[in-house]
T-cell receptor
């Protein structure tokens, strides 16, 4: 159980386009999802916390107008990289926590999305 | 702020060797500590965790003990297998799992040779 699916797994697009990444909890409902970014040979860095039905909470230094997050249902959060540029190329990973299970419960991670901007 | 430092890789060992991957942390309060593993081509999976001092997390032959006095959570395994080859991430959370995002180390690439 507790499967998180990310789509697409890989995307290559031209500079200036916007890219949407989906994160779905397949067998549980998730009030809270997280978006991370991983540069090559670097750690995963938390970008934002996505809360169902409310605005996302962004970490310091993350541009909210650049990385739009929508968490419209208890099973889906989307990250849209707007007007993407080569420096946005990275590995984006989402995670989710089953609803009502915050205490001592781990986050369940998706397989990640490799974004390459040409 | 919180931070996690783990040994840089790659770490290359022969099958059946003893493994230690060091992890130390900086955090306010009493964080929960985790080890995640990322096998080639897959997402992160929780390997083990510990939520309070002196707790020992264990899974698949791996162990790590939450040492508050040394702010460490070193990962160990007595006899590694080729199938253990992966990237291992040490992480912490201010809450149990949890409501806050995780702070990760940079990851340690482990290569086990037959």
């Amino acid at each position: 159980g507790a499967v998180v699916s990310q789509h697409p797994s890989r995307v290559i697009c031209k500079s200036g386009t916007s890219v949407k990444i989906e994160c779905r909890s397949l067998d549980f409902q998730a009030t809270t999802m997280f978006w991370y970014r991983q540069f090559p040979k670097q750690s995963l860095m938390l970008m934002a916390t996505s809360n169902e039905g409310s605005k996302a909470t962004y970490e310091q230094g993350v541009e909210k107008d650049k990385f739009l997050i929508n968490h419209a249902s208890l099973t889906l959060s989307t990250l849209t990289v707007t007007s993407a540029h080569p420096e946005d190329s990275s590995f984006y990973i989402c995670s989710a926590i089953p609803e009502g299970h915050y205490s001592n419960q781990p986050q369940h991670f998706g397989d990640g999305t490799r974004l390459s901007i040409l | 702020g919180n931070s996690v430092t783990q040994m840089e890789g790659p770490v290359t060992l022969s099958e059946e060797a003893f493994l230690t991957i060091n992890c130390t942390y900086t955090a306010t309060g009493y964080p929960s500590l985790f080890w995640y593993v990322q096998y080639p081509g897959e997402g992160l999976q929780l390997l083990l965790k510990a939520t309070k001092a002196d707790d020992k997390g264990s899974n698949k032959g791996f162990e790590a003990t939450y040492r508050k006095e040394t702010t460490s959570f070193h990962l160990e395994k007595g006899s590694v297998q080729v199938s253990d080859s992966a990237v291992y991430f040490c992480a912490l959370s201010d809450t149990g799992g949890g409501a806050d995002g995780l702070t990760f180390g940079k990851g340690t690439h482990l290569i086990i040779q037959p």
